[in-house]
């Protein structure tokens, strides 16, 4: 399967408070064709609208996948990928990049009550996560993806992750750009 011709990747920078979200439109041969960024709530359950918001904004009709990096942005702020693919309309997967026994146990050491059951009953709706090879992996599969995907099957967004990663990065381009920018947008914030 061939990237698609347009990326939006999705990446979170944590403040104290704040979490900046920055989007990254990228096309297909890792050229930046865009910018936006949101706001959302560290610990908070707004970071789903936070990127719903930021797609909106950014108006692009040429988004044909939204990457997102990881599903629990803004500590624990997650992401609702079903959420995502029914609103805005397009394939949606996130990525991660170490092996991990999930996210439940670190969800009971952070919360109780209806904040842990909430969490728990989302996290707990979420895809499946599939790990996937890169272009840059050795024969026996290190530096591998670990993908979750809504509106494309696990082969298809595996295909589109790998697609996107540039030679000598281990994260796909759009992931990588988002990251770069939603870090520079929160120290220039935190710094004026």
């Given amino acids: 399967m061939r990237p698609p011709s ?7 920078s944590d403040g104290d408070y704040t979490s900046y979200v920055a989007g990254a439109v990228v096309r ?17 359950t707004d970071a789903t609208a936070a990127v719903i918001d930021l797609v909106d904004a950014l108006g692009r009709d ?25 609103t805005l309309g397009v394939p949606v997967y996130a990525v991660s ?12 050491e952070a919360f109780d009550g209806n904040a ?3 969490r728990l009953a989302a996290y707990r709706s979420f895809p499946s996560r599939t790990r996937v090879g890169t272009p840059d992996s050795d024969a026996d599969g290190a530096m591998p993806l670990f993908v979750r995907a809504v509106g494309l099957d696990i082969d298809a967004a595996a295909a589109a992750a790998r697609g996107l990663v ?12 988002a990251g770069i920018a939603a870090s520079a947008h929160r120290e220039a914030i935190e710094s004026a």
Avoid: Q
Avoid at 28 to 44: H, Q
């Fill in 6 to 12: 347009r990326t939006l990747g999705v990446s979170f």
């Fill in 28 to 44: 297909s041969d890792g050229t930046l064709d865009g910018l936006g960024f949101e706001r959302c709530t560290v610990g908070g």
């Fill in 62 to 86: 040429d988004v044909r996948h939204v990457a997102c990096d990881g599903i629990a942005p803004a500590w624990f702020n997650l992401l609702d990928l079903r959420r995502l693919h029914e």
């Fill in 97 to 108: 990049y170490e092996p991990s026994p999930g996210l439940e146990p670190a969800l009971r």
């Fill in 116 to 118: 842990l059951a909430s």
């Fill in 166 to 177: 540039e030679e000598g990065f281990r994260r796909p381009e759009p992931l990588r750009l």
